[in-house]
């Protein structure tokens, strides 16, 4: 392990956002070097791998701005605020993406999808006795509600198909914590 002592020395607000802030933190290593690192806040969220009576898991195809394309994902949103619970999240966002509830909502991971610049952490639940409810879409959702198995979600994983950290952790996490 290195020697180096990390010490922040001054942290700047350089951007305020609706989800996110961007901060500018001096770092002074105790060697007489320092560095200016790129710190992201976000105040969390939550992501759901809803698993229907027949095994197939609920996916959401919506449209990413950040990759200007459409993506397959598994439900997922912020938290409201960020004292909120997980799983009150994960909750909410499954009713209001695919039109669904559950009473057997259960942790399953938690991941940080890019540490090196963001604390982001998106807690991740499977959810199991699905009861039909109402979709309930933010005015800025455009979302089409799909139905997978696992096999095919897997293979869409492994050939690109499906690129998100979120959406891989879950549907690789339900398959092992299946299988125990």
Not at 22 to 35: E, I, L, P
Not at 96 to 116: M, P, Q, V
């Amino acid at each position: 392990m290195s020697d180096i002592n990390y010490n922040r020395t001054k942290r700047e607000l350089v951007y305020h956002g609706v989800v996110i802030d961007v901060y500018q933190d001096t770092m002074d290593f105790g060697n007489g070097k320092t560095a200016i690192y790129d710190y992201v806040h976000h105040n969390g969220a939550a992501a759901v791998v809803p698993v229907t009576d027949e095994g197939k898991i609920l996916m959401v195809r919506q449209y990413r701005n950040a990759l200007d394309r459409m993506t397959l994902e598994i439900p997922a949103g912020k938290l409201d605020s960020p004292d909120e619970e997980g799983i009150e999240c994960a909750r909410r966002e499954l009713e209001e993406e695919t039109g669904f509830r559950s009473d057997n909502i259960k942790w399953l991971l938690n991941l940080y999808g890019a540490i090196g610049y963001c604390d982001e952490k998106i807690q991740v639940f499977t959810a199991t006795n699905l009861i039909p409810s109402k979709q309930n879409l933010d005015e800025d959702e455009y979302i089409d509600v799909e139905a997978h198995s696992v096999e095919e979600l897997k293979n869409m994983i492994f050939t690109g198909q499906i690129e998100d950290s979120k959406t891989i952790a879950g549907i690789l996490g339900y398959e092992v914590s299946r299988k125990e």
